[in-house]
């Protein structure tokens, strides 16, 4: 029982970094559209990573590294490009507060949801390698209790951040507020980018 705490902790603690994903799971929480299939996939996401880590840990070691990295990172540069220009424009659009609330689709939400999620390096360092590599030694019935904690510690994660997003955003109506929410937004994602640019540059010097 103490593993599935010891991963509970461990996860909660790699999950709470500020992230692209978990600002985009903000913001859908703010406009209360598609709540609990963003959480929900960001969740079973984790799930998934967090045990292909646990018991394939060694082929990811082998195989998931260098290239693959490059390549992920220049797929996420490319998404958040195209999410910033998205934001950007519907800045200059004067489009209503309702409006923009609703602004994505059910197909769209699920895409930019599983961009977010698979296309960041980041997700599969925290999930993969590191709780590959913190539970290598583990023996096998640890490892799923381990496994087990973290995934339920995403879980409320995702879930609570949603959903509070959702009670904060009653307070939080008016196009200017939301003109200053979309800013941050374009702000933060910018410097994911250049902080994306800079991983590339030394990747290739």
């Given at each position: 029982?103490?593993?599935?705490?010891?991963?509970?902790?461990?996860?909660?603690?790699?999950?709470?970094?500020?992230?692209?994903?978990?600002?985009?799971?903000?913001?859908?929480?703010?406009?209360?559209?598609?709540?609990?299939?963003?959480?929900?996939?960001?969740?079973?996401?984790?799930i998934i990573l967090?045990?292909?880590?646990?018991?394939?840990?060694?082929?990811?070691?082998?195989?998931?590294?260098?290239?693959?990295?490059?390549?992920?990172?220049?797929?996420?540069?490319?998404?958040?490009?195209?999410?910033?220009?998205?934001?950007?424009?519907?800045?200059?659009?004067?489009?209503?507060?309702?409006?923009?609330?609703?602004?994505?689709?059910?197909?769209?939400?699920?895409?930019?949801?599983?961009?977010?999620?698979?296309?960041?390096?980041?997700?599969?360092?925290?999930?993969?390698?590191?709780?590959?590599?913190?539970?290598?030694?583990?023996?096998?019935?640890?490892?799923?209790?381990?496994?087990?904690?973290?995934?339920?510690?995403?879980?409320?994660?995702?879930?609570?951040?949603?959903?509070?997003?959702k009670f904060f955003?009653?307070?939080?109506?008016?196009?200017?507020?939301?003109?200053?929410?979309?800013?941050?937004?374009?702000?933060?994602?910018?410097?994911?980018?250049i902080y994306i640019?800079?991983?590339?540059?030394?990747?290739?010097?």
């Amino acid at each position: 029982m103490s593993f599935l705490f010891l991963g509970f902790f461990t996860g909660l603690s790699l999950i709470l970094a500020l992230g692209a994903q978990n600002i985009f799971v903000i913001e859908q929480g703010l406009k209360k559209n598609y709540i609990f299939i963003v959480c929900l996939i960001c969740s079973l996401s984790d799930i998934i990573l967090i045990f292909f880590g646990i018991f394939l840990f060694n082929f990811f070691e082998n195989y998931l590294s260098g290239i693959v990295e490059f390549i992920l990172n220049i797929l996420l540069l490319i998404f958040l490009i195209y999410f910033i220009f998205e934001k950007i424009k519907s800045n200059y659009q004067n489009v209503s507060f309702d409006e923009q609330k609703t602004a994505l689709t059910f197909k769209s939400v699920i895409i930019k949801t599983l961009g977010f999620t698979y296309l960041n390096p980041h997700v599969y360092s925290d999930t993969v390698f590191f709780l590959g590599n913190f539970s290598k030694n583990f023996e096998i019935f640890n490892k799923y209790y381990f496994g087990i904690g973290a995934a339920i510690s995403s879980f409320i994660f995702f879930f609570s951040l949603g959903y509070m997003s959702k009670f904060f955003s009653n307070y939080l109506k008016g196009e200017k507020i939301w003109k200053y929410i979309n800013n941050f937004i374009i702000i933060f994602m910018s410097c994911l980018c250049i902080y994306i640019l800079s991983d590339l540059y030394n990747y290739l010097i």
